[in-house]
């Protein structure tokens, strides 16, 4: 049986996952918190309740995050 890890893909990447890459990227004030946040403000989540990661970075981008935004 595979694990979250290995099923995981950059489409459909796990909350947890997406908290650790983004904080191992440098987003050292990203927390699951900030990410259900996000989602509740909009943030695109797949219908199994993963994060396309592309699509999520679109997102923060067109937010304002990667920008020198918001956060």
């Known amino acids: 049986m595979l694990t979250d890890k290995e099923k995981a893909t950059f489409e459909a990447l796990p909350k947890k996952y997406v908290v650790d890459v983004l904080r191992k990227m440098g987003a050292k004030h990203f927390?699951?918190?900030?990410?259900?946040?996000?989602?509740?403000?909009?943030?695109?989540?797949?219908?199994?309740?993963?994060?396309?990661?592309?699509?999520?970075?679109?997102?923060?981008?067109?937010?304002?995050?990667?920008?020198?935004?918001?956060?």
């Open 31 to 71: 927390t699951m918190e900030v990410l259900e946040e996000d989602i509740r403000l909009g943030a695109p989540v797949n219908e199994d309740g993963t994060i396309n990661m592309w699509n999520y970075s679109a997102w923060l981008y067109d937010c304002g995050y990667l920008k020198g935004g918001i956060r």
